[in-house]
């Protein structure tokens, strides 16, 4: 359940026009060009978290603004908050659905009996105060919202971080930070109820990590010989520019093979054709055999009339015929004679017969023709399939295979290189247990109270999320939340590693929506609101192959798919900012434009660059 979202902000000043933000539940994502006001809407919010007055969004002096106002939405009503510049004092109002003011509290911004801490805590359920430790030696201090606030407010001078952009920059901050994330998860009170490691204890886990990674380092030595045992003999020394070649080579062949299935394509439609062709022909050499056979009966049909007709006229009888009735004599009917018609007849379907033979030779000729076109035709699309499947695919195959050996060897290469580093960091920790003290004291480790799955998580989450926006894609083999130091390493390395300040900033957003994604699923106390100022801060996809994904896209498309965790506020030069249909995701986009003539200028009214 969402504990609460801010609905808007808006800074005032004597004489200014009310310069207003309206913000809903899930993604919001507030773009424009530099110095149009975007980082100092993060300052408003920050404000009034509890900053320094020196932190102010803006300058009274130079904008004639001093004040700042946030009406949020809880799950107990609507609160209004008000700061003014130069002043440590909030006033928070309760709101009813007319919007009038009525005086809640007030609060203190930093120290003081009463601070605005308290609010924001009892926000997410935490109404009582709260002890946590602060350092290694188990000091106690009170529990604020700005011992962990930093972490789901990332400010454009965070984004950039080489360190762990979720902690605190000061180092001796980091300890309270991490106490607040456990008790967020798991409302634990830090009682005295940690247990004194005995020298005796701590001689048996000394002993324990030592066989440990004797065990590695053996194990180490057995995988790097087999993986040496592998490499292929010769000369290794130009093998990317050998594979560039191969790869150049395939393709190559690869649209031989391709010209090859479309000319084979093309004989089989000239094939088709001719067999239509031949199909018409041959059927109509079947009609000019049933006709020639109409054609025959009816000649002897004929011949059989003119026959009859001149024996019929051949014999005598009698001209008379008695009648049946009277026994009078009746005269002979005149018979009309069919003997010149049916000549006529017969002389012309002799000559149409004569014509229909002619044509059913030439039908006959005709279908022997096709028949030599067909035949041809198959033999020339048997050789173009044979020269395909006998000559270029296992060219192409045995080219593949080369590219493939080539690629494992490099693999192992790097695998190699891999296992001599981490050799040497076993030799390093096995020297360090060697040399360690046996002080009785105990040390407060916090980074060691997280339960095992949220780092689990975490690394599942970062590796996942990171693969799936493209991150990389020919280098990037793995990434893990690291213990040590409460950050992402990736292949193994530090994120800073061969990355620059759009990549860095590009992985401290995505582990900011992993810590996000984790809180709101597992915590206890789960703020709602998460904050990231310019995420694609510096981040440069120049190099960026046309087939490749957008990483840029994907982040944005990662803020969409999760605005279901709470309210997510996304700051962003319009330079930066994917081109993607956010108002079909339901997002909520305000756009400064630093155009007087066109949209809104900045977040301030009649304040121009």
């Not at 507030?30 to 300058?59: M, Q």
């Not at 003011?101 to 109404?127: C, K, M, P």
Request: with cysteine; net charge negative.
């Amino acid at each position: 359940m969402l504990n609460y979202f801010i609905e808007k902000i808006t800074i005032r000043g004597p004489e200014r026009k009310d310069a207003v933000i309206e913000l809903q539940k899930g993604l919001n994502i507030i773009s424009g060009p530099s110095n149009t006001g975007k980082t100092s809407i993060v300052k408003a919010i920050d404000f009034l978290y509890g900053a320094d007055k020196a932190d102010a969004p803006f300058s009274i002096s130079a904008t004639g603004y001093n004040q700042v106002e946030m009406v949020i939405n809880t799950k107990d009503g609507r609160f209004s908050l008000k700061r003014k510049f130069e002043e440590n004092k909030i006033y928070v109002y309760s709101l009813d659905s007319e919007n009038t003011h009525q005086l809640y509290d007030e609060y203190n911004a930093r120290t003081g009996n009463s601070v605005i801490s308290q609010f924001w805590l009892n926000l997410i359920g935490i109404s009582e105060p709260q002890q946590i430790i602060k350092n290694k030696d188990f000091v106690k201090r009170n529990l604020s919202w700005r011992t962990f606030s930093s972490s789901t407010l990332i400010q454009q001078s965070k984004i950039d971080s080489e360190t762990s952009v979720l902690l605190p920059d000061v180092h001796s901050s980091q300890t309270a930070f991490l106490s607040a994330l456990l008790f967020l998860f798991d409302g634990d009170q830090f009682s005295d109820t940690e247990e004194n490691e005995t020298a005796e204890q701590r001689k048996i886990r000394r002993k324990s990590v030592i066989n440990y990674i004797n065990t590695s380092l053996s194990d180490l030595y057995e995988n790097y010989e087999t993986a040496k045992s592998k490499l292929p003999d010769g000369n290794t020394n130009n093998l990317h520019q050998i594979m560039t070649d191969m790869i150049a080579e395939l393709a190559s062949v690869q649209q031989q093979i391709n010209s090859t299935l479309i000319e084979s394509k093309t004989v089989f439609k000239d094939i088709y054709q001719n067999e239509q062709k031949l199909n018409e022909s041959s059927l109509l050499k079947n009609r000019y055999k049933k006709l020639y056979s109409q054609y025959k009966s009816d000649i002897e049909r004929l011949s059989l009339i003119v026959d009859g007709e001149r024996l019929i006229k051949g014999h005598t009888h009698d001209k008379y015929y008695d009648c049946p009735f009277c026994n009078g004599k009746l005269p002979e009917s005149e018979e009309e004679n069919y003997i010149e018609a049916a000549r006529a007849e017969l002389s012309t379907l002799i000559a149409q017969l004569a014509d229909l033979s002619e044509a059913i030779q030439e039908t006959d000729k005709e279908i022997n023709d096709f028949e030599e076109i067909i035949e041809d035709l198959y033999e020339q699309k048997d050789k173009i399939d044979a020269f395909g499947n006998d000559e270029l695919k296992p060219k192409a195959q045995d080219l593949k295979w080369r590219i493939q050996d080539i690629e494992e060897y490099l693999n192992i290469n790097q695998q190699l290189a891999s296992l001599e580093s981490m050799q040497a960091k076993l030799r390093s920790d096995l020297q360090s247990i060697e040399n360690e003290t046996n002080a009785d004291k105990p040390i407060y480790k916090p980074k060691d109270k997280f339960k095992t799955h949220f780092y689990e998580e975490m690394s599942q989450l970062l590796d996942d999320m990171l693969r799936s926006m493209n991150y990389k894609p020919t280098e990037f083999r793995n990434a893990f939340f690291a213990k040590d130091i409460f950050d992402v390493k990736i292949n193994g390395d530090l994120k800073s590693q061969g990355n620059g300040q759009g990549y860095t900033s590009f992985v401290n957003s995505v582990v900011v929506m992993a810590y996000r994604h984790v809180l709101s699923k597992h915590a206890q106390y789960k703020p709602s609101v998460f904050i990231i100022d310019t995420p694609l801060l510096g981040l440069d996809e120049r190099q960026k192959q046309p087939e490749d994904e957008s990483m840029k896209e994907n982040l944005f498309k990662c803020f969409i798919e999760h605005q279901d965790e709470g309210q997510l506020i996304i700051i962003e030069n319009t330079s930066n900012l994917p081109n993607l249909d956010y108002e079909s995701f339901g997002v909520n986009e305000i756009k400064f434009t630093e155009d007087k003539d066109k949209g809104r200028y900045g977040y301030l009214y009649d304040i121009y660059n």
